[in-house]
């Protein structure tokens, strides 16, 4: 059985950093890529980040390049996202999922599957 649990959420002030840990079940992540999105109160759910498993290839949103960095552990069938100069407007539930494209990272989110529960970032002073 698939699965994903995100955790590392938090209340943080603007300007810090928060490491969320997304830990799989079920599946070997050397194979598959893994992307992290968010979604804002009254906003739709969007791409923050993607790793793939072909290369260890990275991708960001615009909004995050420079400040978050997507990182994997294949032997912890995990995956990483720091976040360092933490914004109010990054304040979001965070979620990953599984690529349907194998190791790819697709761009849209229909393309992804089996999503966890999430873990909520409040940005916040």
């Known amino acids: 059985q698939v699965q994903f649990v995100e955790s590392g959420g938090d209340l943080v002030q603007p300007g810090g950093s928060l490491r969320l840990t997304c830990s799989a079940s079920?599946?070997?992540?050397?194979?598959?890529?893994i992307g992290w999105f968010r979604q804002a109160p009254g906003k739709e759910r969007e791409g923050v980040s993607c790793i793939s498993a072909s290369d260890g290839s990275s991708y960001y949103a615009e909004s995050v390049k420079g400040r978050f960095t997507v990182s994997k552990d294949n032997a912890k069938n995990t995956v990483y996202l720091q976040m360092n100069s933490l914004k109010t407007e990054d304040t979001g539930v965070y979620y990953c999922?599984?690529?349907?494209?194998?190791?790819?990272?697709?761009?849209?989110?229909?393309?992804?599957?089996?999503w966890g529960q999430g873990t909520q970032v409040t940005v916040s002073s």
């Open positions: 079920g599946f070997a992540l050397d194979h598959h890529a």
């Open positions: 999922a599984k690529s349907l494209l194998g190791s790819l990272c697709p761009s849209n989110s229909y393309e992804y599957e089996y």
